[in-house]
Nanobody
Framework: QVQLVESGGGLVQAGGSLRLSCAAS????????MGWFRQAPGKEREFVSD???????YYADSVKGRFTISRDNAKNTLYLQMNNLKPEDTAIYYC??????????WGQGTQVTVSS
């Protein structure tokens, strides 16, 4: 069974940067699509970005050009580099793995707060 643990969240001013990490344990995740999602207060969880095992990447329009997803299979770790952060990026960010045909394995989340 795969466990996912996010880190790297925090408080940053608008225009700043953060790098989130998601460490996987239990089994290698190199053959699975991995993704980032976020949930702001009072809103539903939304897709941010994901990366396939072939390293194809996809982004929500709201983060395209500012966020970069990557993975280090040797470290069994997923990353999200977030630049030019905006107050509307404030949310809990979750890492997820698509072990089956859907995102079925989730981390506990890490808080990102962007002040204006």
């Amino acid at each position: 069974q795969v466990q996912l643990v996010e880190s790297g969240g925090g408080l940053v001013q608008a225009g700043g940067s953060l790098r989130l990490s998601c460490a996987a344990s239990g089994r290698t995740v190199s053959s699975y699509t991995m993704g980032w999602f976020r949930q702001a207060p009072g809103k539903e969880r939304e897709f941010v970005s994901d990366i396939t095992w072939r390293l194809n990447t996809y982004y929500a329009d709201s983060v395209k050009g500012r966020f970069t997803i990557s993975r280090d299979n040797a470290k069994n770790t997923l990353y999200l580099q977030m630049n030019n952060l905006k107050p509307e990026d404030t949310a809990i960010y979750y890492c997820a793995a698509k072990i089956t045909s859907t995102y079925d394995t989730w981390g506990q989340g890490t808080q990102v707060t962007v002040s204006s």
